[in-house]
């Protein structure tokens, strides 16, 4: 069965050192993946996503991700984070299932916390 | 401003009633869905929709129940056969269904049992 893996369930770093943020997917064919970012008590906002192509992909806030197809990874990374990057932050994978739509699988979610 | 609102933000439910969660999208998107999030469990799939009309049941479906009568409208019934309601709903829309469609979230509604 397809599913994501998020092995980090709470992170803390200091300001200003970098972040990365580990997901793993288990899916056959080429997934589609997203990361989204959850502030307390919001809904989420996504931060970005991979298709096709460079394996590298930029999103907003400064964030990137590197799809490894060997690894089945998709993490997250960020060179230097912000106090206002703490939040709950979720990977998914986009599915088709035949004859009933599209729809997302999370992971359970990676909670990054921020010293001053 | 397009967007996806819910309502209320918070509600409280007595044991054995039924509660219906509010879902608007004024994006013009074909696609709908609702999760169900818990600490430590991620987003949870209850029910979405490709289209007016039609619906699926995603991976929780148990005790709840959804109608999608309008583009606009996905409201979701939580009934008294979820044993255990008590949860951040989240729901969302999309242009198409499909696997590589961006969803965009509402602000959530926070359910307690009481």
């Known amino acids: 069965a397809q599913s994501v893996t998020q092995p980090d369930i709470h992170i803390t770093v200091s300001e200003g050192a970098s972040l990365e943020l580990r997901c793993n997917y288990s899916?056959?064919?080429?997934?589609?993946l997203f990361w989204y970012v959850q502030s307390p008590g919001q809904g989420l906002q996504l931060l970005l996503k991979?298709?096709?192509?460079?394996?590298l992909v930029q999103g907003i806030k400064g964030f990137e991700a590197e799809f490894k197809r060997s690894q089945s990874s998709f993490n997250l990374r960020k060179p230097s984070v912000h106090w206002s990057d703490a939040a709950e932050y979720f990977c998914?994978?986009?599915?088709?299932?035949?004859?009933?739509?599209?729809?997302?699988?999370f992971g359970q979610g990676t909670e990054l916390s921020v010293k001053p | 401003d397009g967007g996806i609102t819910q309502s209320p933000k918070y509600l409280f439910r007595k044991e054995g009633q039924n509660v219906t969660l509010s879902c608007e999208q004024n994006?013009?998107?074909?696609?709908m869905y609702w999760y169900r999030q818990d600490p430590g469990q991620g987003l949870r799939l209850i029910y979405y929709?490709?289209?007016?009309?039609?619906?699926q049941k995603g991976d929780i479906a148990e005790g709840y129940s959804v109608s999608r009568e309008k583009k606009e409208s996905f409201p979701l019934t939580v009934t008294s056969a979820q044993k255990n309601p008590t949860a951040f709903y989240l729901c969302?829309?999309?242009?198409?269904?499909?696997?590589?469609?961006?969803?965009?979230f509402g602000q959530g509604t926070r359910l307690t049992v009481v």
């Open positions: 899916y056959g064919a080429t997934p589609y």
């Open positions: 998914a994978v986009g599915l088709m299932i035949y004859n009933q739509g599209g729809k997302l699988i």
């Open positions: 929709s490709q289209i007016v009309n039609d619906f």
């Open positions: 969302a829309s999309s242009i198409v269904s499909g696997a590589s469609t961006e969803a965009f």
């Open positions: 994006l013009n998107h074909d696609a």
């Open positions: 991979y298709f096709s192509g460079d394996t």
